[in-house]
Each structure stands twice: as structure tokens, then as C-alpha cells.
């Protein structure tokens, strides 16, 4: 998921240099929500892991 926010984050980034500020908006846009998503799940994973860990003790 985070290599797609990347992905996105490029595109706004061209489509902002070649001036199609449309396509930038909402490219920016997805990416945002996409990373979002990404470190909501990561934050998820990271508290079960620890939970994991502290029952093998």
C-alpha cells in the first residue's frame, strides 16, 4: 500500500510540473488516503506484535 501512495505522490508531482493542477489535486489527494490507510495498519500490526511478544514472557 505505501508503494502505491508513492506511486500517486509521483504523479500529482509531474502532473503539478506540467501544469494539470486537476489530476495533481486529486492524485495528491489518493496518495494522502492511501498512506493514511497505511499507518492505520501499521499501527495495527505494531500492537499486536508487541502484544505477541509480551505473551511468549
Known amino acids: 500500500m505505501l508503494k502505491w501512495a508513492l ?3 509521483v504523479i500529482s508531482i509531474i502532473a503539478g510540473f ?3 493542477s ?5 492524485t495528491a489527494t489518493i496518495a494522502r488516503v492511501l498512506f493514511g490507510i497505511f499507518l ?4 495495527i500490526f505494531l500492537i499486536l506484535a508487541l ?3 509480551q505473551a511468549i514472557f
Do not use: E, N, T
Not at 486537476?22 to 486529486?26: N, R, V
Open 40 to 43: 492505520v495498519v501499521f499501527l
Open 51 to 53: 502484544m505477541a511478544g
Open 22 to 26: 486537476g489530476i495533481s489535486a486529486a
Open 18 to 20: 506540467f501544469g494539470f
Open 7 to 9: 506511486i500517486f505522490l
